[in-house]
């Protein structure tokens, strides 16, 4: 090397390396089971002229994991980018924008007025630089709303998805689907941000272990009955969940479970055990007591909010020190 070009380039400023800085980078992407919704002070603000409609939360457990881990970093601080959207379906995270839906301080009043928001992996911006994703997604596609819908027209939700009108989905096809959707949404997020190391989230036990511990009423499922919610159990919520982890494992990616913890504290269990709030459930004051689309449940009048099957606090404490230990194992692989 001749001593002008040494010398050019001992001047150059040094290269950082993939991933590399003084911090790392953490993106949470994921639905309402991620962004928090009701659990924590909105984020942003109240108010704030960057309020986006998604509904995130600083009792989410992206938030928990960002305040532990800067309590206790590891070898360097890391940053999070949490951009997670109530009612986010798995081709909002690469491929489609959203429309956001919040019901709280929505512009003009209608919650139809968000603007719609870029595929998660756009406004996460991940690259080579991101170190870590965390993506929780994919129960918005399974029919627990529709159940609802349909057992208010006293049609068994079970009977009607074993044999569909035409143009219906049934449950097999619908869960086909959901595992075709997984598979490409991760390979995605590998192609955006090939050196992360990328942590898939389940859903926590959302419903009883047997439906007939379900009381009813609008604080549970309302008027579901107990073999739909077992079906709902079994042949909707687990494979969901089963989903997720094979198709993580199949490239590689860690699972964290949130079910096997929840068991016991679903939407069912005695107020003060319960993890999962019901139709009407304990929220933060901001959050709204009217039930969306027109369902026949004042949740006002029992001194309840529209929680609709919703995480309270206590899951997302309960989910926090898992995705952490998941993150910090991921960030020891860097």
Request: aromatic content about 6%.
């Amino acid at each position: 090397m001749g001593l002008s070009l040494l010398a050019a380039t001992l001047l150059l400023p040094p290269v950082a390396a993939e991933g590399g800085g003084d911090r790392y980078e953490w993106a949470a992407l994921g639905d309402s089971y991620t962004a928090g919704l009701f659990v924590g002070d909105p984020r942003p603000a109240l108010g704030s002229t960057a309020r986006d409609g998604c509904d995130r939360t600083t009792g989410s457990y992206p938030d928990r994991v960002r305040r532990a881990l800067a309590a206790r970093p590891p070898d360097r601080p890391v940053h999070l980018t949490d951009v997670s959207c109530d009612n986010a379906a798995i081709g909002d995270i690469a491929d489609e924008r959203q429309q956001p839906t919040s019901p709280v301080q929505p512009p003009g009043g209608d919650p139809a007025g968000w603007p719609p928001v870029d595929p998660q992996l756009l406004r996460a911006r991940l690259d080579g630089r991101t170190d870590v994703v965390t993506v929780g997604v994919g129960a918005i596609a399974l029919p627990f709303g529709e159940c609802l819908e349909l057992t208010l027209a006293h049609i068994p939700c079970a009977a009607y998805y074993a044999n569909p009108p035409e143009g219906v989905e049934g449950l097999d096809a619908k869960l086909a689907r959901i595992r075709e959707e997984y598979g490409r949404m991760l390979d995605a997020i590998h192609r955006a941000a090939p050196h992360a190391g990328v942590i898939t989230v389940g859903y926590p036990a959302v419903l009883p272990e047997r439906g007939s511990t379900c009381g009813g009423g609008p604080a549970q499922l309302g008027p579901i009955g107990h073999a739909d919610i077992d079906w709902l159990r079994e042949d909707a919520l687990k494979p969901m969940n089963t989903i997720i982890r094979t198709e993580a494992a199949k490239r590689g990616d860690r699972y964290v479970d949130r079910y096997t913890s929840s068991v016991g504290h679903d939407v069912c269990a005695p107020e003060g055990t319960r993890w999962i709030e019901g139709i009407c459930g304990d929220a933060a004051p901001f959050w709204p007591a009217t039930v969306p689309g027109g369902l026949p449940f004042d949740c006002a009048a029992i001194g309840k909010r529209a929680t609709l099957l919703h995480p309270n606090a206590g899951e997302h404490a309960n989910a926090a020190p898992l995705v952490e230990r998941a993150v910090r194992d991921a960030l020891r692989e860097r």
